[in-house]
C-alpha cells in the first residue's frame, strides 16, 4: 500500500488493548497504519521516523493508560508530535473515553473521544477517516459557543455520560487566553471535558 495512505501512530505499546481496537478500525480501510513503539527507541534518533512521519498523511497520537506513566514515553510523544508540527501534518488526538490523561499535547488539529469497546464507533472511525483523508466526500463542520470552567484544573474532569464518534466536526477555540488552540472535536455526548494542550475544562453550550 502506498505512503499516500498511511498514518502515522503515535503510542505506547503497553496500551496493546488499544492497538488491537485500531487494528479491527483499519483492518478493513484503505488506510495503513504506521505504528512507532516509543520504548524501542534508542538514542540518537533514527531518522527513518521523521521519513515515515514525513510521507504519512496525519499523526495520530493515541492516548491510553499507560501513555503517561513512563517518562520516556511521554518524551518521545511529545518529539514525534513536534516533527509532524514543524512538517504541518494534521495531529488528531484519538482518547479511550475511560482513559484520563493529563499529558498535554499542543499543536493538534482534531481530537476524538471514544469508547474504544464500541464495535459501532469502529464502523464511525473507520467511515470518518476515509472521509477526512480522500477517499470518501468531505464532511461538513459545525460551530458552537464554548466556555472556561472554575472546576479544579490540576486534574481531568469526570466524563459525564457516553462519548460517541460522529461523522462531522465541529470547530473550536479553547477559551482560555493562555492557551487558545484552534481544533476540532469528532464526538458527541460530553459535554465538559478538558481541552487537550492545557488540560483546563472546557463547557460545551
Given amino acids: 500500500m502506498s505512503a499516500r495512505n498511511q498514518i502515522f501512530i503515535s503510542h505506547s505499546q503497553h496500551d496493546q488493548d488499544l492497538l488491537d481496537q485500531l487494528n479491527s478500525v483499519f483492518g478493513n480501510s484503505n488506510i495503513s497504519q504506521y505504528k512507532a513503539s516509543f520504548e524501542d527507541q534508542e538514542e540518537p534518533v533514527s531518522e527513518s521516523l521523521r521519513d515515515e512521519i514525513r510521507k504519512s498523511q496525519a499523526m495520530f497520537v493515541v492516548l491510553g493508560p499507560h501513555a503517561q506513566k513512563r517518562e520516556h514515553t511521554k518524551i518521545w510523544i511529545g518529539w514525534e508530535a513536534g516533527i509532524a508540527a514543524q512538517l504541518g501534518k494534521p495531529i488528531w488526538i484519538l482518547e479511550d ?12 488539529s482534531d481530537y476524538i473521544l471514544w469508547d474504544s469497546t464500541d464495535s459501532s464507533q469502529h464502523r464511525n472511525l473507520r467511515d470518518l477517516m476515509e472521509s477526512e483523508f480522500g477517499l470518501r466526500d468531505a464532511t461538513e463542520e459545525n460551530l458552537v459557543r464554548v466556555h472556561s470552567s472554575n472546576h479544579d484544573l490540576r486534574r481531568n474532569v469526570n466524563i459525564e455520560g457516553d462519548s460517541e464518534v460522529k461523522l462531522q466536526p465541529t470547530r473550536l477555540t479553547c477559551p482560555y487566553e493562555i492557551c487558545g488552540e484552534h481544533f476540532r472535536i469528532w464526538f458527541e455526548g460530553p459535554d465538559r471535558f478538558n481541552c487537550p494542550s492545557c488540560k483546563q475544562v472546557i463547557e460545551i453550550t
Fill in 97 to 108: 473515553v475511560n482513559t484520563q490523561v493529563q499529558m498535554p499535547i499542543p499543536s493538534f
